[in-house]
T-cell receptor, first 115, second 116 residues
Framework: AQKITQTQPGMFVQEKEAVTLDCTYD???????LFWYKQPSSGEMIFLIYQGSYDQQNATEGRYSLNFQKARKSANLVISASQLGDSAMYFCAMRLSGSARQLTFGSGTQLTVLP | GAVVSQHPSWVICKSGTSVKIECRSLDFQATTMFWYRQFPKQSLMLMATSNEGSKATYEQGVEKDKFLINHASLTLSTLTVTSAHPEDSSFYIC????????????FGPGTRLTVL
């Protein structure tokens, strides 16, 4: 069975600095996708970035980048130049190929950006 | 991007009553919809997966007679919490997938249920 682990319940970062949110995963399936979502206090799930298991390059989307280390089974999210609006809960998720598109979520990391 | 709506956004009901939550894909046909439950400061837990026109597949530990899911059309799925009790109070989130090449799930804004 697949598993996603986020070991940081809470993180603090100073505004304008970069922060890395950790995510490790466990699966024996060679084909999978990794996602990061942001959930502000309003509750909506905002898609941030996606990395496929066969992608050769790390995914980037604006200030978000995914540090994908396949051998270590880690998919850390890097947020550069943090903004106050980045304060939210962040979830890492994994989807296996052929799994009817089901997502398995990690426990989340509460990020607080300090002014 | 694709838009998924949920209605209502919040609901308060008395113990013993039933509550229906709607999930709609507004600009695409959702062949698969998912229902999640989230307790405060916890992760999303998948409750069930529904495909249009067929019975929902429930995750282990989810009571199918209590959480009735109907996916009657390609744009609408409903979750009915029957005989709600205070322990059913939670944040319920749906997501929809339309069979695009990346099988991306688009999330609704969620429904906060409080059972008194």
């Amino acid at each position: 069975a697949q598993k996603i682990t986020q070991t940081q319940p809470g993180m603090f970062v100073q505004e304008k600095e970069a922060v890395t949110l950790d995510c490790t995963y466990d699966t024996s399936d060679p084909s999978y996708g990794l996602f990061w979502y942001k959930q502000p206090s309003s509750g909506e799930m905002i898609f941030l970035i996606y990395q496929g298991s066969y992608d050769q390059q790390n995914a980037t989307e604006g200030r978000y980048s995914l540090n994908f280390q396949k051998a270590r089974k880690s998919a850390n999210l890097v947020i550069s130049a943090s903004q106050l609006g980045d304060s939210a809960m962040y979830f890492c998720a994994m989807r296996l190929s052929g799994s009817a598109r089901q997502l398995t979520f990690g426990s989340g990391t509460q990020l607080t950006v300090l002014p | 991007g694709a838009v998924v709506s949920q209605h209502p956004s919040w609901v308060i009901c008395k113990s013993g009553t039933s509550v229906k939550i709607e999930c709609r894909s507004l600009d695409f046909q959702a062949t698969t919809m998912f229902w999640y439950r989230q307790f405060p400061k916890q992760s999303l837990m998948l409750m069930a997966t529904s495909n249009e026109g067929s019975k929902a597949t429930y995750e282990q530990g989810v009571e199918k007679d209590k959480f009735l899911i109907n996916h009657a059309s390609l744009t609408l799925s409903t979750l009915t919490v029957t005989s709600a009790h205070p322990e059913d109070s939670s944040f319920y989130i749906c997501s929809a997938s339309g069979g695009d090449p990346y099988n991306e799930q688009f999330f609704g804004p969620g429904t906060r249920l409080t059972v008194l």
